[in-house]
Nanobody, 121 residues
Framework: EVRLVESGGDSVQAGGSLRLSCVSY????????IAWIRQAPGKEFEWDATIGWFDKATTYADAVKGRFIISRDNSKNTAYLEMNALKTEDSAVYYCATAPDKNWRHPRSHRGQGTQVTVSS
């Protein structure tokens, strides 16, 4: 069974930092690109960042570029999202997802249960 388990969400003040983790089970982690996405209440899913499986190339949404850093440690089957200079609008449930063809919406994508990030002013 494929599982992705996120952790590290918390309540922080604006300007603060958090580091989210995503541990995978039941898949060859090193063979998958990984994406971090978020969903705020009443809103659609929003993509934040992706890291490639082979070259570890990273791409970011404009809203988080320069503030968030995505990384991975294939030896630990874990991906990370370092979040800096957090804004109130970053408040959401954050999910990691496998991203076949670097597409987190891919029909064969898997997603975790999410971790809550709340940023207060």
């Amino acid at each position: 069974e494929v599982r992705l388990v996120e952790s590290g969400g918390d309540s922080v003040q604006a300007g603060g930092s958090l580091r989210l983790s995503c541990v995978s089970y039941g898949l060859t982690f090193s063979s998958y690109s990984i994406a971090w996405i978020r969903q705020a209440p009443g809103k659609e899913f929003e993509w934040d960042a992706t890291i490639g499986w082979f070259d570890k190339a990273t791409t970011y949404a404009d809203a988080v570029k320069g503030r968030f850093i995505i990384s991975r440690d294939n030896s630990k089957n874990t991906a990370y999202l370092e979040m800096n200079a957090l804004k109130t609008e970053d408040s959401a449930v954050y999910y990691c997802a496998t991203a076949p063809d670097k597409n987190w919406r891919h029909p064969r994508s898997h997603r975790g249960q999410g971790t809550q990030v709340t940023v207060s002013s």
